[in-house]
């Protein structure tokens, strides 16, 4: 950040009186401006034994595919996120269970939250931010082209969930660090609550 969205003069990056962290604050109005980590909502939808998918038409991962999910906007709760960005994604109306999983990912500063839905209809389509959209099985799922190691986290709980309980309890995760030649995660931990 180079200038103050108030005032438009230029700011510094200094930790304010009262502070532990530096903060950018504008060197004539003296506004601090936070700089907080974004909220993703998001759905993974079963309709029988399958769970509803979405090939990316976008980056990053362009051509993985991934659970519907994106940024919350201002105004909405996460499970309205979670059901708009399933219609704006896959076409597709869910009804909210229970959440699932939240993922702190604090490389990127980003908490994900993946609620359990019932995907009411199998009625699903492409998008302009998905090129494909389909239901998958277990044994479908196509392990090494998924998108996201939150995607790969949500998916191995549903299912592990599924084959040894039929509870779906709450799992929060910490990721710490990914390489981003392999978006393989170097460093996760997870508490079951």
Same mark, same amino acid.
């Given at each position: 950040?180079?200038?103050?969205?108030?005032?438009?003069?230029?700011?510094?990056?200094?930790?304010?009186?009262?502070?532990?962290?530096?903060?950018?604050?504008?060197?004539?109005?003296?506004?601090?401006?936070?700089?907080?980590?974004?909220?993703?909502?998001?759905?993974?939808?079963?309709?029988?034994?399958?769970?509803?998918?979405?090939?990316?038409?976008?980056?990053?991962?362009?051509?993985?595919?991934?659970?519907?999910?994106?940024? #919350?906007?201002?105004?909405?709760?996460? $499970?309205? +996120?979670?059901?708009? @960005?399933?219609? /704006?994604?896959? %076409?597709?109306?869910? !009804?909210?269970?229970?959440?699932?999983?939240?993922?702190?990912?604090?490389?990127?500063?980003?908490?994900?939250?993946?609620? #359990?839905?019932?995907?009411?209809?199998? $009625?699903? +389509?492409?998008?302009? @931010?998905?090129? /494909?959209?389909? %239901?998958?099985?277990? !044994?479908?799922?196509?392990?090494?082209?998924?998108?996201?190691?939150?995607?790969?986290?949500?998916?191995?709980?549903?299912?592990?969930?599924?084959?040894?309980?039929?509870?779906?309890?709450?799992?929060?995760?910490?990721?710490?660090?990914?390489?981003?030649?392999?978006?393989?995660?170097?460093?996760?931990?997870?508490?079951?609550?």
């Amino acid at each position: 950040m180079n200038y103050c969205s108030e005032c438009g003069n230029s700011v510094e990056l200094r930790i304010p009186e009262g502070d532990h962290l530096p903060r950018h604050i504008c060197t004539v109005c003296e506004l601090i401006h936070y700089s907080n980590p974004r909220i993703i909502a998001g759905c993974l939808p079963v309709y029988g034994d399958k769970v509803l998918l979405c090939k990316r038409d976008i980056e990053p991962r362009l051509g993985y595919w991934t659970l519907p999910a994106g940024f #919350l906007e201002n105004g909405e709760t996460t $499970e309205q +996120g979670a059901m708009r @960005e399933t219609w /704006e994604e896959a %076409l597709a109306t869910v !009804e909210i269970l229970s959440l699932y999983t939240i993922t702190s990912i604090v490389h990127v500063n980003q908490v994900q939250m993946f609620y #359990l839905a019932r995907l009411l209809k199998p $009625e699903f +389509g492409s998008t302009s @931010e998905s090129s /494909e959209v389909r %239901l998958f099985s277990e !044994e479908e799922i196509p392990w090494d082209e998924l998108a996201f190691p939150t995607v790969v986290n949500a998916l191995q709980r549903f299912f592990n969930d599924r084959r040894e309980s039929g509870r779906y309890p709450l799992y929060r995760i910490s990721l710490n660090r990914q390489d981003p030649e392999s978006n393989e995660l170097l460093s996760q931990s997870e508490v079951e609550l």
